[in-house]
């Protein structure tokens, strides 16, 4: 019994000590603008840190005082707030920072997920920082995060789109420039547009890229359709729900073709393993490590096998 209570006491003191010094619930610092992360959808993700920094900094300035009212209120935390939005962040910008170098500490939040990510902030921040203010991040939910975090796709390397532009023409140009870019994209999408998004997509890009459609995260409708844009474009078409709420389109990179050096790095390799060992396995090797597709290498070995036995 004693043992048990004393291993616990260690816990514990343990436990504080590797909290604190990670960062973890210390008091909010003078002078600091932090940017703070709200959840994208279920309020459980707001995290402690969060909470905590909330409730004490001087004041938040908030893209939508009307929106973020509702979670301080559920937070049970009342704070005096200002709005600042991309109609009037330029303007509002000299008198918060004015506070901030003043002693102040401030929150910035947007309506949800993380600020200045399709959100505003960018220019208070850059600021900020351009006159030596310490920006600290309070990181949470993003939903570009989370739709990657459950797509299946590539995640080592992505590009974050954003939204593309709501003119149709204007969008489907963004998406020519888009169709040979290997990377996995990601897309926002609004309820008015993901249709005729999706459309262009399948007409750009190709009914059988692949790609995942995630709507409404961590909400009661959350939803999550693949796995290629035909199949996402008939889930829209036979039922009207799937085309409510707030979308993350994200898609597969197209596949990436031997550019000329690929194509002579590519030889010297095959060359080299074709002398050890079978055309499959030599394909198998430089594909993996060139990341070509396997059916250009495997043909390219064959020709190259042949001129051998000749
Ligand atoms: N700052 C936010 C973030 O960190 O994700 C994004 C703000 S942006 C104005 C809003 C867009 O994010 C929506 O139109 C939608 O494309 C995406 N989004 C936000 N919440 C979402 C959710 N719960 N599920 C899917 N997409 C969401």
């Known amino acids: 019994m004693f043992l048990f209570q004393l291993n616990n006491a260690v816990r514990t003191v343990s436990f504080h000590i590797k909290y604190q010094f990670s960062g973890g619930l210390v008091s909010v610092k003078p002078g600091l603008l932090y940017v703070v992360a709200t959840p994208i959808g279920n309020l459980g993700d707001i995290s402690l840190r969060a909470q905590q920094i909330l409730t004490e900094v001087d004041f938040i300035a908030a893209e939508d005082t009307r929106r973020t009212r509702p979670l301080l209120q559920h937070l049970g ?145 959350e939803t999550v359709l693949g796995p290629n844009l035909a199949d996402i474009h008939t889930a829209l078409q036979v039922d009207a729900n799937q085309s409510r709420g707030e979308f993350v389109l994200v898609v597969r990179g197209a596949e990436k073709s031997a550019s000329d050096n690929d194509t002579a790095q590519a030889d010297r390799l095959l060359q080299l393993l074709l002398a050890e060992m079978s055309v499959k396995s030599a394909t198998r090797v430089v594909s993996a490590y060139m990341e070509l597709p396997k059916n250009e290498i495997y043909r390219r070995a064959l020709q190259l096998q042949q001129e051998n036995d000749n």
């Open 77 to 221: 935390i009342s704070k005096t707030m200002i709005a600042i939005h991309e109609h009037n962040e330029r303007q509002r910008m000299d008198d918060i920072l004015g506070r901030i170098q003043a002693g102040e500490s401030m929150a910035l939040v947007s309506d949800a997920g993380t600020p200045l990510i399709s959100d505003p902030g960018y220019h208070l921040v850059r600021e900020a920082r351009a006159q030596g203010i310490i920006v600290s991040p309070v990181p949470g939910a993003s939903a570009l995060v989370a739709a990657l975090s459950v797509s299946g796709l590539p995640t080592d390397h992505f590009r974050f789109e954003g939204f593309l532009p709501p003119k149709r023409s204007a969008r489907k140009a963004r998406l020519l420039e888009l169709l040979h870019e290997t990377v996995t994209l990601v897309f926002y999408e609004s309820s008015h547009r993901i249709i005729e998004t999706v459309d262009d997509m399948c007409e750009i890009l190709g009914n059988d890229r692949e790609a995942i459609l995630a709507r409404e995260l961590t909400k009661m409708y």
